[in-house]
């Protein structure tokens, strides 16, 4: 199944909504510090709700770590970036892969953009800039899913609302 990384992420209330996006579809979600708030309970429990205790979470120090343990687990990298030439649509999503998301100020250093296996992007409207994260990932990832038959199976109506 794909997992969801956040490079750097610099606003907890996207972090927190990508958790929550991560736990719901059981997709784990990667952390590289440092992150632009304190990565507590506190600073993601507004977005993230009871669903963290739900959430797999690695954090990575930082990004050679996370490239060092990503190389030994032979992981493809794919990045979202606003600067992709290939529609998330026309990518073919591999079970293992990575989908790293930048930082919402300033996205990944060119460093970080040259590693990447593919550079992938989200069709918009021309003369719009970008996406919310989360938003993006959810876009994102429920493609992926879909392309690699990992959605979790439908859950049964609960019995006390019949929904």
Known sequence: MPDLVLFQPDIPQNTGTILRLGACLGVTVHVIEPAGFPLS??????AGMDYL????????????VFEAWRR?????????TTSGATSHLSHAFE???????????SGVPQDVHA???ARVTVPMVAGMRSLNVAVTAAIVLGEALR???????LSPAS?????
């Open 147 to 153: 392309q690699t038959g990992a959605f979790p199976p």
């Open 72 to 80: 030994e687990q032979d992981r493809r990298l794919v990045l979202l």
């Open 159 to 163: 019995p006390s609302t019949g929904q």
């Open 115 to 117: 590693l990447a296996d």
């Open 53 to 64: 205790e739900r959430a797999a979470m690695v954090r990575h120090v930082d990004f050679p």
């Open 41 to 46: 309970d506190h600073a993601l429990r507004r």
């Open 95 to 105: 079970e293992s892969d990575l989908l790293m998301f930048g930082r919402e100020s």
